[in-house]
């Protein structure tokens, strides 16, 4: 028995989709614990590619169980249009997946106030997908959530809807100059939707508990990356849970001593999306090969991702918060093309020389990146299975990770497919 999260430890769009793919082989339950349906994990399965939202990469793998934990920002319609996507490419949903009957919904009107507060913030907008888990999330904090329990009990959900449009309603027409929603219309959509998935709901802390009493390996899948942690992150340019180790906990209802391993998946590079500062962010010729040749176009938005050299700064504190035990690295065949490769061991802030992660978003949005330069291979990795077959300067390149993050790399990815690993550490113990 071994249970594991794995996160991203970089802005998110790690890769995360095929490593948890891949390790879900060995584990008996798969659980996603935070995030909405803004994530997306692809994966590549033999010519077939798959984009994942809500329901676990586990999902493709029959015998397994798949969990949507509390901490998720759940879509009725967008996780129904995933289960019949799915079925229409011969996945078949049920007792395969379960969903926290804690789960708070996003609703209408969250995607309208979401849509409607970004349009409001002009240069300082977020950059969040239009997608209604932010305002979900708010509502959750704020005690007037409704969750996908109350789909089971109409008229306390009607009761809770009517009590929340009051309010949504006046900030829809009042401050946001829009429509707003009809009570009855959004109660009988709902109510419809509520009817697909409540075959799927139940108490899914107690069922994590007695898989793990049982001796199931249980697998944690983070959405999104550890700079956006709404906590840990570079607030306010950040996602509305945590992304990070602690939100596995909270958003499953397990302890801390259920968990035996923490993984971050890391590029060899540095992408993120939407607003917010980024350090070494290349905007040029080279942020656009690195974009062309890592196809870095968001899975869920297609939005361009930015793209930069790899930061060991940040890495580093992703690998502190999160108490890594592994890295898992992915994309380095990105790198292939180039001569040198700089990479960033600190940040200059005005006179002062930074070595650790900045709290403050005024500090990293004036940081400079120090990079030292290290020697390419400018040598195909793309395929490669084994260490002793990568250029010695991927190696050397791998090897100063470890050094400066302190945590060591156990799997490399070389390619989309799921045979195109490294693995250096099983991430699961052999006997399982």
Partial sequence: MSNIIILGAQWGDEGKGKIVDLLTERADCIVRYQGGHNAGHTLVVGEEKFVLHLIPAGIL??????????????????????????????????????????????????????????????????????????????DKMARI???????????????????????MNYLMEKLFRAHGFDLESLYAEVMTQGERILPYLADTSLYLWEEARKGSSILFEGAQGTLLDVDHGTYPFVTSSNASAGGALTGTGIGPTMIDKVLGVT???????????????????????????????????????????????????????????????TKIDVLDHLKTIPVCTGYRIGTRMFTEFPHHIEDLENAKPVYEALPGWNKT????????????????????????????VIMISTGSERSETITLQEPFPASE
């Fill in 267 to 329: 590029k060899a590079y540095t992408t993120r999306v939407g607003s917010g500062p980024f350090p070494t962010e290349q905007t040029g010729p080279e942020g656009e090969r690195l974009r062309e040749r890592g196809q870095e176009f968001g899975a869920t938005t297609g939005r361009a991702r930015r793209c930069g050299w790899f930061d060991s700064v940040a890495v580093r504190y992703a690998a502190r918060i999160n108490g890594l035990t592994g890295i898992i690295l």
């Fill in 145 to 167: 959530g409704i969750r996908a329990g109350d789909l089971s009990h109409p008229k306390i959900f009607r009761e809770k809807l009517s009590q929340n449009l009051q309010e």
């Fill in 381 to 408: 990795t793309r395929g490669i299975r084994r260490w002793e077959e990568l250029p010695k300067e991927a190696q050397d390149y791998i090897r100063w990770i470890e050094r400066q993050v302190g945590v060591p």
């Fill in 61 to 138: 793998h029959p015998g397994k169980t798949c969990v949507i934990g509390n901490g998720i920002a759940l879509d009725p319609q967008a996780l129904i249009e995933e289960i019949d996507d799915l079925a229409q490419r011969g996945i078949q949903v049920g007792e395969n997946l379960k969903i926290s009957d804690s789960c708070h919904l996003i609703l209408p009107y969250h995607r309208a106030i979401d849509k409607e507060s970004e349009k409001q913030k002009g240069t300082r907008r977020i950059g969040t997908t239009g997608r209604g888990i932010g305002p979900a999330y708010v």
